[in-house]
């Protein structure tokens, strides 16, 4: 999930909740992996990492919680708002686009994550 979630974040979900499109879901893929994942198709139940240039299929009994908010640094994060979690649903679906608008988008999420991150501090 980055640029949003780095590594040494902590991360705090709630275990309930209601799956909305755009919601980081924290599930166990078929390989018994843990992974977050941005939801972007709850019908067909596909969901993207923001990184990720692939979608994921994700069984909504193995959610383990929606991210409500990102600790890092002693700073908490919230990742919920609608229009930066709108934003970055729309960046991310621009990532499984061809090379050039793929690499656009990540440098704007970079830049989203950076200012969603400065407007906690």
């Not at 979900?13 to 939801?39: M, P, W």
């Not at 090379?99 to 906690?120: D, G, P, Q, T």
């Amino acid at each position: 999930m980055s640029p949003l979630i780095r590594s040494g974040d902590e991360l705090f979900l709630s275990t309930s909740f209601t799956l909305k499109r755009s919601n980081i879901i924290l599930f166990k893929d078929q390989c018994g992996e843990y992974l977050a994942h941005r939801v972007v198709d709850l019908d067909k139940s596909l969901s993207k990492g923001d990184f990720s240039t692939c979608l994921e299929y994700f069984n909504e009994s193995e959610v383990l919680g929606i991210l409500k908010y990102i600790k890092r640094d002693g700073v908490r994060i919230e990742v919920n708002s609608k229009v930066i979690s709108a934003l970055f649903l729309f960046l991310s679906k621009l990532r499984l686009r061809n090379r050039v608008i793929s690499r656009l988008s990540l440098w704007i999420m970079i830049a989203l994550a950076k200012f969603s991150e400065i407007i906690y501090l």
